[in-house]
């Protein structure tokens, strides 16, 4: 089966500018989780979703990040305005059922650079 | 609060050698998930293992082993015999059962590098 896709794999923006990453996960996985590490510290949780429905957004840094799953397939998260603490590997991860037990497949980040 | 700590940054072994990489968690749960996941230069975040908390034996799987001590709230991974292959991040994560969405708290990672 298809991987996690996460695209595009590097965006390099000026601040101010809009970015939208995508990710789609594997096919039938409900669950779809948004993560992010800045640079040399922890992976941070950003936002859930379980098909097209937000279950949890706490980790969303504030109202400049905005994440949809229409249709419960793919998912967008768009940063608008860019500022430069955006800066860092956002992770897309989807898990099927029991994601407390089994974790994540993770995609391959995207790195978002911000000038 | 940090719940899972790795207080490597980095470390740095000559091929062959063996390297332990410390992972620390704190949570008031009992029931518990835990795991390695490893980022090669390549960026994807690669699935090592996953250990419950009422599975304290340990586990070897090739070169790779993991050490689970409740009683020290420490889960540590041990690559023997490293090779150039090995160098990557490696990062410890942990779900909470009380989390009922299951998110994966991660520790801040630990940079390998073996050199020939």
């Known amino acids: 089966e298809a991987g996690v896709t996460q695209f595009p794999s590097h965006s390099v923006i000026e601040k101010g500018q809009t970015v939208t990453l995508r990710c789609d996960p594997i096919?039938?996985?409900?669950?779809l989780y948004w993560y992010r590490r800045v640079m040399g510290k922890e992976i941070k949780f950003l936002l859930h979703?379980?098909?097209?429905?937000?279950?949890?957004e706490s980790g969303m840094p504030n109202n400049r990040f905005l994440a949809e799953r229409t249709g419960g397939t793919y998912s967008t998260l768009k940063v608008q305005p860019a500022e430069l603490e955006d800066s860092g590997v956002y992770f897309c991860?989807?898990?099927?059922?029991?994601?407390?037990?089994?974790?994540?497949?993770f995609g391959s980040g995207t790195r978002l650079t911000v000038v | 609060a940090q719940k899972v700590t790795q207080a490597q940054t980095e470390i740095s072994v000559v091929e062959k050698e063996d390297v332990t990489l410390d992972c620390v968690y704190e949570?008031?749960?009992?029931?518990?998930?835990l795991f390695w996941y490893k980022q090669p230069p390549s960026g994807e975040l690669v699935f090592l293992i996953r250990?419950?908390?009422?599975?304290?034996q340990n586990e070897i799987s090739g070169r790779y082993s993991w050490n689970f001590q409740k009683s020290t709230s420490s889960f540590n991974f041990t690559i023997t015999a490293s090779q150039v292959v090995d160098s990557a991040v490696y990062f410890c994560?942990?779900?909470?059962?009380?989390?009922?969405?299951?998110?994966?708290?991660f520790g801040a990672g630990t940079q390998v590098v073996v050199t020939p």
């Open positions: 991860a989807s898990s099927q059922v029991d994601r407390r037990s089994t974790g994540y497949t």
């Open positions: 096919s039938g996985h409900d669950n």
């Open positions: 979703f379980v098909k097209e429905s937000k279950q949890d």
């Open positions: 949570t008031r749960d009992t029931t518990y998930y």
């Open positions: 250990r419950n908390s009422f599975d304290e």
């Open positions: 994560a942990l779900i909470e059962i009380g989390d009922s969405w299951g998110k994966l708290q």
